[in-house]
Nanobody, 121 residues
Framework: QVQLVESGGGLVQAGGSLRLSCAAS????????MGWYRQAPGKPRELVAT???????NYVDFVKGRFTISRDNAKNTVYLQMNSLKPEDTAVYYC???????????????WGQGTQVTVSS
């Protein structure tokens, strides 16, 4: 079994900050990438940011300069520091990990349960 547990969501005023955390646990051999997605009501889930084991990061344009993704490989944990939040950032944020459970095994996507982020104007 693999579990991704998120924390850190909440309600914040526009211009404020929040830090999300996601810890992966269970039967894990290696993690290729970890990332954050979000889904606003009535909209599809979209990528926010990704970080690979070597530290390479990837951000979508609408969060560049405001959000920072980081990772603690020893703890299998990924973080998302969100600054200068806007009302349009309101969504459920989901943690994602691409990992395998056995040496040489296939890599699969795993998801957290989601954490609500609400930004008031």
């Amino acid at each position: 079994q693999v579990q991704l547990v998120e924390s850190g969501g909440g309600l914040v005023q526009a211009g404020g900050s929040l830090r999300l955390s996601c810890a992966a646990s269970g039967s894990i051999f290696s993690i290729n990438s970890m990332g954050w997605y979000r889904q606003a009501p009535g909209k599809p889930r979209e990528l926010v940011a990704t970080i690979f084991g070597g530290g390479t990061t990837n951000y979508v344009d609408f969060v560049k300069g405001r959000f920072t993704i980081s990772r603690d490989n020893a703890k299998n944990t990924v973080y998302l520091q969100m600054n200068s939040l806007k009302p349009e950032d309101t969504a459920v944020y989901y943690c994602n990990a691409v990992l395998n459970r056995l040496a040489g095994g296939h890599f699969y996507n795993y998801w957290g349960q989601g954490t609500q982020v609400t930004v008031s104007s």
